[in-house]
């Protein structure tokens, strides 16, 4: 009882907290904190998935997260007419050479025998492959490169409505981790952790650099919008009566408005994502996946088929990531490569769930919200705390400037300061993985 | 003939001596990698931010060692900083041990744990580094920057094509003989260096012939931090010291040390230099190389390039994947897997 008391009332000081930030500073602050806060415990419940059921370590939060990116852009864009008709079948052909060369392999490596006549005969079809993809790919990806390079010079996207890129982005983010949970699970953890390590690295080298489907570098804005504008929102009438009742100006109301239908969309899928995790672990599926990560040789003696379970659930844990990852994009309404940062969107989201409690869902929702929470908060607080520090010296002191400079480098010092003590004198995390009733 | 020379001093160039110091590199970093697996068994994340830290402490000697007027002549300063590097940045991963990993030692915790907590370290380092020195380009090399330049190679044999040599890659391969032959001498001869092979062989048989693995573990760190300033100073020497850089060079070094054989050090400078050749191969670009070997009316379609060098993490990242999928131990048989 206790227990449960306690986990209730993190929830209300997080809360608490929130209303904190909407009374001193601003309700549009508190309000983009909070659905940044949503969509940072989606991410959570995802990698939760991966190493509180089954303890797989993934380091490529932010590859996946960024393929989910990847579809919110390819969804919603409309599509670049002038650049499919220069190099739209190009490309196609070459996805298809492309497929047509894996297959190939993957034909001459089961129908010949083990031997240096096999490894001869892939080498010759993965070049010939290769290529002829290229020869088919490179000028369709110049010309479409070249069609009108300031605005578009990109094949666009589909221009289907942006929600229905969420569970696309979850499919993107699943099928990169069938492939690399398909080589590296079943080995030492050690390589999973690399493998994703480097999958999360490609993915984003590939955002940045594969302009005719990104603009990479250029960035992709103006994303349609699940929700309405602010402006068209301060036109309408049935708003500024709204407004009148509530006494608020229409220009500030409105971009809280904003923010509230994206927290109550955001808020929809949490709750979804949040109840299928609780189902699946209370159910006799959950327990295998309990047992599989508490005693590998025993649940292989009952008839377990560890690898196969591993990659499934490291698969939905990646779908999970992928979703909040489009969602993310949604948010920000534009497609930028350059910020994927993996201390922000891989290790930030560990700590919040190592601190959250591993193995528990709720653990990794309150680990999501109170970390983001203070990453957001830090920064003010780091600036304050340095200017405290440095108030009696010189001020035109360099040591000064230096340091009122570096602030905001505090920040991941702490996230790894906090990641550690966790990690020591409180491995079970905020809410422990026992404490709910099963 | 004179084209086939010209074609292979274009690949020196641009390929061989860039590989061959950039391999040094990474068979540096892969070494502390493999050792601190071998005996502590667990991949260490924060070994990147290890270099970069060692790095640091070496420029923050060198501008002050600049400032004084002491220099080496021709060599770079950052070699007389190096010691003042490796004493730090020992010190440094000394204590990170003694207050993070030694807990899980004594509770002999599973290595995903040790992998967490090294993700924890990685943080802390990474913010002392930046909060230090910023997270821009910094630039600390000094002194003579040819050892050959590409007009005196042209005069002197009389060729097209030059070969350039910068000192920082002769350097790096030099301290790279010399600094793996003194770790091989020492793991093989040493008494310490041979306790170091028992407990990586055989933990439990270790203990039981009186080997302290308190030494063996600090011993353990020293060597990686050494190795770790070392390559990272190097590295900073021949491109430029920036951390994310750093962060970064951990996948290829990883790859290196594991299709090397995870835990076993001669795997690991095997590894560095595949990855580094294969990384430089497929990158460049063979227009003109191939311009030399064909006949005159021949003129090539594209750069003929295999992979657009942004991808050069691809280029490690696959080769990862095949050593993988084919053999889990790695070229040279190691404890992983």
């Given at each position: 009882?206790?227990?449960?008391?306690?986990?209730?009332?993190?929830?209300?000081?997080?809360?608490?907290?929130?209303?904190?930030?909407?009374?001193?500073?601003?309700w549009n602050l508190a309000l983009s904190i909070l659905n940044l806060c949503i969509i940072s415990a989606i991410m959570a419940l995802g990698v939760n998935i991966q190493w509180g059921y089954a303890g797989l370590f993934n380091v490529g939060v932010m590859g996946f997260a960024a393929l989910g990116g990847l579809a919110a852009m390819l969804i919603s864009v409309p599509p670049v007419q002038e650049a499919w008709a220069v190099g739209g079948t190009g490309v196609l052909l070459g996805f298809v050479t492309a497929i047509v060369t894996i297959a190939a392999a993957v034909f001459t490596f089961r129908s010949l025998a083990r031997g240096t006549l096999r490894t001869l005969?892939?080498?010759?079809?993965?070049?010939?492959?290769?290529?002829?993809t290229?020869?088919?790919?490179?000028?369709?990806?110049?010309?479409?490169?070249?069609?009108?390079?300031?605005?578009?010079?990109?094949?666009?996207?589909?221009?289907?409505?942006?929600?229905?890129?969420?569970?696309?982005?979850?499919?993107?983010?699943?099928?990169?981790?069938?492939?690399?949970?398909k080589i590296t699970l079943g080995l030492r953890t050690d390589y999973l952790a690399i493998a994703t390590l480097g999958i999360s690295e490609i993915i984003v080298a590939m955002l940045k650099n594969e302009d005719w489907m990104t603009r990479g570098v250029k960035n992709v804005v103006g994303l349609p919008r699940p929700v309405p504008f602010e402006i068209n929102l301060q036109q309408s009438q049935w708003f500024l009566d709204l407004c009148a009742k509530l006494g608020t100006a229409p220009v500030t109301f409105s971009s809280i408005f904003v923010k509230l239908c994206y927290a109550g969309l955001f808020t929809v899928v949490l709750l979804v994502v949040l109840y299928l995790s609780e189902k699946a672990l209370r159910s006799p599926w959950g327990r295998m996946m309990r047992a599989i990560r508490d005693n590998e040789v025993s649940s292989n003696a009952m008839g377990k088929n560890i690898k196969a379970r591993h990659?499934?659930?490291?698969?939905?844990?990646?779908?999970?990531?992928?979703?909040?990852?489009?969602?993310?994009?949604?948010?920000?309404?534009?497609?930028?490569?350059?910020?994927?940062?993996?201390?922000?969107?891989?290790?930030?989201?560990?700590?919040?769930?190592?601190?959250?409690?591993?193995?528990?869902?709720?653990?990794?929702?309150?680990?999501?919200?109170?970390?983001?929470y203070f990453w957001i908060q830090a920064e003010p607080l780091g600036i304050w705390l340095m200017n405290l520090i440095t108030a009696n010296m010189d001020a035109g002191s360099a040591l000064r400037a230096h340091l009122l400079d570096s602030a905001q480098h505090m920040r991941l010092m702490t996230m790894g300061l906090i990641l550690l003590l966790t990690l020591r004198f409180s491995p079970r995390g905020l809410i422990p993985e026992g404490s709910a009733k099963r | 003939m004179e084209n086939w020379l010209n074609a292979f001093a274009l690949l020196s160039n641009f390929v061989i001596v860039p590989a061959i110091a950039?391999?040094?590199?990474?068979a540096l970093g892969a070494l502390g990698v493999t050792l601190v697996f071998g005996i502590l068994r667990f991949s260490n994340f924060a070994h990147g931010d290890t270099m970069s830290l060692g790095t640091m402490v070496v420029i923050l000697f060198t501008w002050w060692f600049q400032s004084m007027g002491i220099n080496l002549g021709p060599l770079p300063t950052a070699l007389?900083?190096?010691?003042?590097?490796?004493?730090?940045?020992?010190?440094?991963?000394?204590?990170?041990?003694?207050?993070?990993?030694?807990?899980?030692?004594?509770?002999?915790?599973?290595?995903?744990?040790?992998?967490?907590?090294?993700?924890?370290?990685?943080?802390?380092t990474n913010g002392i580094v930046r909060f230090i020195i910023g997270p821009d380009d910094q630039n600390f090399a000094d002194g003579e920057?040819?050892?050959?330049?590409?007009?005196?190679?042209k005069e002197m044999t009389g060729l097209d094509q030059g070969v350039t040599i910068?000192?920082?890659?002769?350097?790096?391969?030099?301290?790279?003989?010399?600094?793996?032959?003194a770790l091989f001498w020492f793991l093989n001869r040493t008494r310490s260096g041979k306790s170091m092979r028992a407990y990586s062989d055989n933990e439990d048989l270790a203990l039981l012939s009186g080997i302290n693995p308190d030494k063996v573990v600090a011993i353990t760190w020293i060597i990686a931090a050494a190795l770790a300033t070392i390559a990272g100073t190097l590295y900073g020497l021949d491109k430029s010291f920036k951390p994310f850089t750093y962060f970064q060079l951990l996948l290829p070094i990883f790859a290196a040390a594991i299709v090397g054989g995870l835990g076993n050090p001669l795997g690991a400078i095997a590894g560095g230099f595949v990855i580094a050749f294969s990384e430089i191969t497929i990158t460049y670009a063979y227009k003109r190389f191939v311009e030399y070997l064909m006949p005159e009316s021949w003129e090539a379609g594209g750069l003929i390039q295999l992979l657009s060098t942004d991808y050069k993490f691809a280029v490690s990242f696959i080769i990862l994947l095949l050593v993988l999928l084919v053999r889990p131990h790695g070229i040279f048989k190691g404890t992983g897997v």
């Amino acid at each position: 009882m206790s227990g449960a008391l306690r986990n209730i009332s993190y929830f209300v000081v997080m809360t608490a907290l929130i209303v904190v930030v909407g009374q001193l500073q601003s309700w549009n602050l508190a309000l983009s904190i909070l659905n940044l806060c949503i969509i940072s415990a989606i991410m959570a419940l995802g990698v939760n998935i991966q190493w509180g059921y089954a303890g797989l370590f993934n380091v490529g939060v932010m590859g996946f997260a960024a393929l989910g990116g990847l579809a919110a852009m390819l969804i919603s864009v409309p599509p670049v007419q002038e650049a499919w008709a220069v190099g739209g079948t190009g490309v196609l052909l070459g996805f298809v050479t492309a497929i047509v060369t894996i297959a190939a392999a993957v034909f001459t490596f089961r129908s010949l025998a083990r031997g240096t006549l096999r490894t001869l005969a892939i080498i010759v079809v993965c070049t010939l492959g290769y290529a002829i993809t290229r020869s088919v790919f490179d000028p369709a990806t110049d010309a479409i490169e070249s069609v009108n390079p300031a605005s578009t010079g990109y094949l666009g996207g589909f221009g289907l409505p942006i929600l229905l890129s969420w569970p696309v982005g979850g499919i993107f983010a699943g099928c990169a981790a069938w492939v690399v949970g398909k080589i590296t699970l079943g080995l030492r953890t050690d390589y999973l952790a690399i493998a994703t390590l480097g999958i999360s690295e490609i993915i984003v080298a590939m955002l940045k650099n594969e302009d005719w489907m990104t603009r990479g570098v250029k960035n992709v804005v103006g994303l349609p919008r699940p929700v309405p504008f602010e402006i068209n929102l301060q036109q309408s009438q049935w708003f500024l009566d709204l407004c009148a009742k509530l006494g608020t100006a229409p220009v500030t109301f409105s971009s809280i408005f904003v923010k509230l239908c994206y927290a109550g969309l955001f808020t929809v899928v949490l709750l979804v994502v949040l109840y299928l995790s609780e189902k699946a672990l209370r159910s006799p599926w959950g327990r295998m996946m309990r047992a599989i990560r508490d005693n590998e040789v025993s649940s292989n003696a009952m008839g377990k088929n560890i690898k196969a379970r591993h990659l499934q659930v490291f698969i939905l844990g990646s779908v999970v990531v992928g979703i909040a990852g489009a969602m993310l994009t949604t948010l920000d309404g534009q497609l930028t490569p350059a910020s994927y940062q993996p201390l922000r969107f891989t290790f930030l989201i560990w700590v919040m769930v190592i601190v959250g409690g591993s193995g528990n869902n709720w653990g990794a929702v309150l680990g999501g919200f109170v970390i983001w929470y203070f990453w957001i908060q830090a920064e003010p607080l780091g600036i304050w705390l340095m200017n405290l520090i440095t108030a009696n010296m010189d001020a035109g002191s360099a040591l000064r400037a230096h340091l009122l400079d570096s602030a905001q480098h505090m920040r991941l010092m702490t996230m790894g300061l906090i990641l550690l003590l966790t990690l020591r004198f409180s491995p079970r995390g905020l809410i422990p993985e026992g404490s709910a009733k099963r | 003939m004179e084209n086939w020379l010209n074609a292979f001093a274009l690949l020196s160039n641009f390929v061989i001596v860039p590989a061959i110091a950039y391999g040094s590199q990474l068979a540096l970093g892969a070494l502390g990698v493999t050792l601190v697996f071998g005996i502590l068994r667990f991949s260490n994340f924060a070994h990147g931010d290890t270099m970069s830290l060692g790095t640091m402490v070496v420029i923050l000697f060198t501008w002050w060692f600049q400032s004084m007027g002491i220099n080496l002549g021709p060599l770079p300063t950052a070699l007389l900083a190096l010691p003042f590097g490796i004493f730090f940045c020992a010190v440094f991963v000394l204590l990170s041990d003694r207050f993070v990993y030694r807990f899980y030692r004594a509770k002999r915790a599973d290595p995903v744990i040790y992998l967490i907590a090294s993700v924890g370290i990685m943080f802390i380092t990474n913010g002392i580094v930046r909060f230090i020195i910023g997270p821009d380009d910094q630039n600390f090399a000094d002194g003579e920057r040819f050892i050959i330049r590409a007009r005196e190679f042209k005069e002197m044999t009389g060729l097209d094509q030059g070969v350039t040599i910068k000192l920082s890659q002769g350097l790096t391969f030099v301290t790279m003989i010399v600094v793996v032959a003194a770790l091989f001498w020492f793991l093989n001869r040493t008494r310490s260096g041979k306790s170091m092979r028992a407990y990586s062989d055989n933990e439990d048989l270790a203990l039981l012939s009186g080997i302290n693995p308190d030494k063996v573990v600090a011993i353990t760190w020293i060597i990686a931090a050494a190795l770790a300033t070392i390559a990272g100073t190097l590295y900073g020497l021949d491109k430029s010291f920036k951390p994310f850089t750093y962060f970064q060079l951990l996948l290829p070094i990883f790859a290196a040390a594991i299709v090397g054989g995870l835990g076993n050090p001669l795997g690991a400078i095997a590894g560095g230099f595949v990855i580094a050749f294969s990384e430089i191969t497929i990158t460049y670009a063979y227009k003109r190389f191939v311009e030399y070997l064909m006949p005159e009316s021949w003129e090539a379609g594209g750069l003929i390039q295999l992979l657009s060098t942004d991808y050069k993490f691809a280029v490690s990242f696959i080769i990862l994947l095949l050593v993988l999928l084919v053999r889990p131990h790695g070229i040279f048989k190691g404890t992983g897997v």
